[in-house]
């Protein structure tokens, strides 16, 4: 059962407009997300992330929010860039053991000059 | 430039053959990991080593066994592989203190079976 769901398996956007990547989770024991971006042949980069206590983090041209409630989270990206096109990976861990992280199938962006 | 360190790059190796992956970083992390990823696919999580302590153990198959010699270092020796076992392996590495502490990876290793 995939407790961490990105049902948008790729995403296109123009140059400068806004990427929203989408992300639902069932576990309600969740307490902090992270999102990654992979480019391909290369490991995960961490982007951003976000505790279970907060409703929005930002860090220049990305912000995540998350609505507790409706156990969902997006990342934002404006402006959108070439360079941003890669695979982005939304991740959860509990706080019973917080090494351990469970993956979203990931979203392929794809960014169009 | 990636501060965690993964050597091979590639690898090829027939299935008898024994070869050890290295990962290294210098970042003060006292928690490093080991997955596995297969295209299009998130990483999997193999293990997981906590000061230098195997914490976590996924079930892995035993032809895969890992080793952490010190705080920097961690391998992943490999034994009687089999051709599904051809994947991307990602060596990761993250402070253990506080929640939430992201995971820093390596660019990987890719390794072939034939």
Partial sequence: ?113 | DTEVTQTPKHLVMGMTNKKSLKCEQHMGHRAMYWYKQKAKKPPELMFVYSYEKLSINESVPSRFSPECPNSSLLNLHLHALQPEDSALYLCASSLLSGRGQPQHFGDGTRLSIL
């Fill in chain 1, 1 to 113: 059962d995939q407790q961490v769901k990105q049902n948008s398996p790729s995403l296109s956007v123009q140059e400068g407009r806004i990427s929203i990547l989408n992300c639902d989770y069932t576990n309600s024991m969740f307490d902090y997300f992270l999102w990654y971006k992979k480019y391909p042949a290369e490991g995960p980069t961490f982007l951003i992330s976000i505790s279970s206590i907060k409703d929005k983090n930002e860090d220049g041209r990305f912000t995540v929010f998350l609505n507790k409630s409706a156990k969902h989270l997006s990342l934002h990206i404006v402006p959108s860039q070439p360079g941003d096109s890669a695979v982005y990976f939304c991740a959860a861990s509990t706080a019973g053991n917080n090494r351990k992280l469970i993956w979203g199938l990931g979203t392929s962006l794809a960014v169009n000059p």
